[in-house]
């Protein structure tokens, strides 16, 4: 209290080096989505810290996360400022984000009329989540199996057929209409859903016409006689209502059918008839068989009006012909008494 006595110490300070430590919050996502890590630069004593990301982390400390990626993941991360090493834990969970069924379809399908039809569908969901298709604008006498996600269809001959009428008998006619009937497009609505979400897409069947032959009714037989006439109309039908054109081959008319025999014809014939819708074509064979007609031969006698006195002789000159060259006999009636024949 009456005197002061002071002494001084040099006191050395080491520095003590604390390791890094940071702590990472649990963080949430949703697939998809970019995962992103708040890593400081320095720690607490300002040393910089230098990290270890294991994957899927970049260096930058980002994961793109992807569908599938959903779960609670642990990532150990290594942090070190040069001294000391030490690993940190973090939790991150992502949530699970629902995808749409997909449609992997061609836009367009072809088949004709007649045939049985099978069309799968190639329909997935990237979750493989139960899904269910129902499609929009489908044949009536079409089938969905669900089950095996198939289209099945057996379209009828009678699908595209012909509207009739005047316009149409004569474009049909010209063979022009045809080609107005070559196919015909039927457009589809397609849906798939699951128990969150639904997508859509289309799919167009293109139907082509299938086109059926005519059936040419056969004709019998023809036999007649030389001079007479001959007249064959065909007669056919078309499943397809099509108008049909005929044709016949030599002797006859190539259109009419007809044909006047004469007295060279005879003999054995055959021509060919044909019906055609401008496709297809049906052709049958008649026989034709013509008989010989006789004509009657001819005699020709040169002056024919004979005076004579008598006990004068005389002679008369016989010609006779046969148009057909047929072998001829000749005969004399009532000859005068005396007279002879050769």
């Not at 006047?260 to 055609?276: L, N, P, R, S, V």
Request: glycine letters at 4%; a negative charge; hydrophobic letters at 30%.
């Amino acid at each position: 209290g009456i005197e002061t006595l002071r002494r001084t110490w040099i006191v050395l300070v080491k520095d003590s080096n604390r390791p890094p430590a940071i702590t990472l919050p649990s963080i949430s996502a949703n697939e998809n989505e970019v995962v992103t890590l708040n890593l400081p630069l320095q720690d607490e004593d300002g040393d910089d810290i230098m990290y270890t990301l294991p994957p899927p982390f970049k260096e930058d400390g980002t994961w793109q996360t992807t569908y599938g990626d959903a779960g609670i993941h642990f990532f150990p991360i290594t942090l070190s400022d040069g001294k000391t090493t030490i690993t940190s834990n973090v939790t991150i969970t992502i949530g699970k984000v629902n995808r749409p069924p997909q449609f992997n379809l061609v836009p367009k399908a072809y088949l004709s009329e007649g045939q049985n039809w099978f069309f799968p569908l190639d329909i997935t969901d990237p979750d493989n989540d139960q899904f269910s298709i129902t499609i929009d604008g489908l044949p009536p006498d079409a089938t969905f199996s669900q089950e095996k996600k198939q289209i099945i269809w057996q379209p009828s001959y009678e699908y595209i057929k012909r509207k009739g009428g005047m316009a149409s008998n004569i474009l049909n006619t010209l063979r022009l209409e045809q080609f107005l009937l070559r196919e015909k497009k039927i457009p589809l609505t397609l849906h798939a859903c699951d128990l969150q979400q639904c997508s859509n897409s289309t799919l167009t069947l293109v139907v082509y016409n299938v086109n059926r032959p005519p059936t040419l009714y056969p004709l019998e037989n023809v036999t007649i006689k030389e001079t007479e006439t001959v007249q064959l109309t065909p007669t056919a039908s078309d499943p397809d209502e099509d108008i049909l054109h005929f044709s016949l081959t030599p002797p006859l008319g190539k259109r009419t059918g007809k044909w006047k025999t004469t007295f060279e014809d005879q003999g054995e014939y055959t021509t060919y008839i044909t019906a055609t819708d401008g496709k297809t074509p049906d052709t049958k064979p008649v026989k034709i068989t013509v008989l010989k007609t006789n004509r009657p031969p001819t005699i020709t006698i040169k002056n024919d009006d004979v005076t004579i006195n008598e006990n004068q002789q005389f002679q008369l000159t016989i010609k006779a012909t046969d148009p057909d060259n047929d072998n001829l006999t000749l005969s004399l009636e009532n000859p005068p008494a005396g007279a002879t024949f050769t």
